[in-house]
């Protein structure tokens, strides 16, 4: 079981230990990280809106509470292992942000940022204490007490989403499946640590690399896939394609935390037969999008990801090993075809989502694979 200490410390003394231009002298047992890998946002940024920071900063002037910082350490850790923020990252980001300056407040007098508040106001609010509390996670402790207990802390204020609950699942980024999802979404996700998981060394880390462009390069990103929340989200959507990939289950093609998490454990990895047939699906996938004519009006995407519905048949006959040269030839025609014939629409509409029902089921796949036949 975890243990845990309580304590004060002046916002002043608080924030050298985030500041990394100020803490270079500390020990490195004293530094806070703000951003560890559960946590939203990364160290620059956050989630909050600038009517939250503002209320923060009144709040502490006022001498009003503000909550309890939780930091941890976690399990094996040394006295030169930094902290992490379990909770409190926003307003620790917003305090630190506050005075170097990096916003206004408003006053009686107009916007004033900290450094032009008079000096005892400046010197009222540094030397402001905070409730503070040291969790230590023991060696006996399970893996994911931290990600459990950030995970707990923050669906009890604001539910954290499916990507943001996986990202926090995986922050010490043992979990093969979310590190090769990271891989194929890319940007900020392609780090040193994946690098070396799947970089020119690996047997597939090309092939990965070639896949992760011909995808976006079907499905635009757009300048979305830069906010926090959304690369998150495509985390989980990519997570989806690999486990329903490698189980050749259309149930496991969901998103949601609850249906993927009993697959996302440090034991389950691709081996080289089910690392083989994703590369597959997935280009071939790719290959079928982008033979449709004009498939951007068909296959409509957002923010790097198709929407499921419409290449429900695609995907779902991929996995389940129905994707034979006669079958991909008919789909490319049917989906020709969907897009000036009206009667074809209606019938792929009446398939898809007919009574009103949108969920996937082997059902409807039966169905479109049916009606793609008639071609």
């Not at 209320?55 to 503000?66: E, Q, V």
């Not at 092939?207 to 635009?220: G, H, M, Q, S, V």
């Not at 498939?295 to 499921?308: A, E, L, Q, T």
Request: aromatic share 8%; charged share 25%; glycine share 6%.
């Amino acid at each position: 079981m975890p243990t845990t200490r309580s304590s004060s410390q002046s916002i002043r003394d608080f924030t050298r230990r985030l500041n990394t231009s100020q803490n270079v002298d500390m020990p490195e047992g004293d530094r806070i990280k703000v951003c560890a890998e559960f946590q939203r946002g990364d160290d620059t940024t956050g989630v909050w809106p600038a009517r939250m920071k503002l209320a923060l900063i009144n709040s502490i002037l006022l001498g009003h509470p503000i909550g309890t910082i939780m930091l941890v350490k976690p399990a094996g850790a040394s006295n030169t292992t930094n902290h992490y923020i379990l909770d409190g990252g926003n307003r620790s980001r917003v305090i630190r942000d506050f005075l170097e300056d990096k916003f206004p407040i408003i006053t009686e007098n107009g916007k004033k940022k900290y450094s032009e508040l008079s000096e005892c106001i400046k010197a009222e609010f540094a030397n402001k204490h905070l409730n503070i509390m040291e969790i230590r996670i023991l060696r006996t402790d399970p893996n994911d007490t931290i990600a459990q207990m950030f995970t707990n802390l923050n669906t009890m204020i604001l539910a954290l989403k499916d990507g943001e609950l996986i990202k926090a699942h995986g922050w010490q980024r043992d979990i093969p499946i979310i590190e090769l999802a990271k891989r194929f979404v890319g940007g900020p996700w392609v780090t040193e640590e994946s690098d070396t998981l799947f970089g020119e060394q690996h047997a597939f880390g090309q092939a990965i690399l070639d896949t992760r462009e011909k995808w976006y390069n079907t499905f635009p990103s757009g300048t979305n896939n830069e906010r926090e929340t959304k690369r998150c989200d495509n985390i989980s959507l990519m997570c989806s394609y690999i486990v329903s990939s490698m189980n050749g289950d259309l149930s496991h093609w969901d998103k949601k935390f609850t249906k993927l998490k009993r697959h996302l454990i440090p034991e389950n990895d691709l081996d080289d037969d089910q690392m083989e047939k994703l590369l597959e699906h997935f280009n071939t996938f790719l290959d079928i999008i982008q033979e449709v004519n004009t498939h951007n009006n068909v296959f409509k995407s957002r923010c790097g990801f198709p929407k499921k519905t419409p290449v429900f048949s695609i995907w779902g006959a991929l996995i389940k090993d129905r994707m034979t040269p006669d079958f991909l030839t008919k789909t490319v025609t049917f989906y020709n075809n969907v897009q000036t014939n009206e009667d074809l629409w209606e019938q792929w509409r009446l398939s898809l989502c007919g009574n009103g029902d949108l969920h996937i089921n082997q059902g409807k796949l039966d169905s479109l694979i049916t009606l793609i036949n008639t071609m």
